[in-house]
């Protein structure tokens, strides 16, 4: 199975993925695409050997159908058979989601249905949970909803700050996505659920 990654920022959550598929993996990473220039996950997966991509979302200001065409373009040219969301920053409309929907996955660092959306670790820690983490899930056209394929609990600790806290939930995401993303590419869907 071809696997394109796509994502926003330093993109730790792709080097995971990448290491991930090797051996008898049934998958293996065949482009890892940003929405800036600037995403430092770039030079990670091109230091990788991975082929890389990006489309700079902010020329099309407003026209979010274009950035998704441009976007889509330049996947298909990878013939990806699975996309998989790993700190990707932008919301995709209904549009882009029905053409992967089934094959497209991401990951959130809530224990979904708790927490859609941002700032996820200062919303528990508000709230006094003894447990956050982060959920797998399958893109549906609505904001970090769908099928969970995964979940990897966390305890909240006396004294934890959201950069704590979110440093702790992104080394589980590290152990999860690879996991999920194992058994999805071999396609199975009962859920990863971690420790
Ligand atoms: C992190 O906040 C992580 O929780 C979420 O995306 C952000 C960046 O992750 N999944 P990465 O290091 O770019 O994978």
């Given at each position: 199975r071809r696997v394109a990654i796509l994502l926003s920022g330093g993109g730790s959550n792709m080097v995971a993925l990448a290491r991930s598929?090797?051996?008898?993996?049934p998958a293996r990473p065949v482009l890892v695409m940003a929405?800036?220039?600037?995403?430092?996950g770039l030079e990670k997966a091109a230091a990788m050997g991975i082929e890389t991509g990006f489309v700079d979302h902010r020329p099309f200001a407003g026209d979010r159908g274009a950035f998704e065409e441009a976007l889509h373009e330049r996947l298909s040219q990878a013939a990806p058979d699975i996309l998989c969301l790993a700190g990707f920053m932008r919301v995709l409309t209904e549009g882009f989601v029905a053409r992967w929907q089934g094959r497209m996955l991401n990951i959130h660092p809530s224990l979904l249905p708790k927490y859609r959306g941002l700032h996820t670790h200062a919303r528990a820690l508000e709230a006094g949970d003894a447990e956050h983490g982060c959920t797998v899930h399958e893109v549906t056209?609505?904001?970090?909803?769908?099928?969970?394929?995964g979940q990897a609990r966390v305890p909240v600790q006396p004294g934890d700050t959201p950069e704590g806290l979110a440093a702790r939930v992104l080394e589980m995401e590290h152990r999860l996505y690879p996991a999920v993303l194992r058994r999805f590419a071999a396609g199975r869907r009962e859920p990863v659920l971690l420790p």
């Open positions: 598929m090797t051996g008898d993996h929405n800036s220039a600037d995403a430092g056209p609505a904001l970090d909803d769908g099928p969970i394929l």
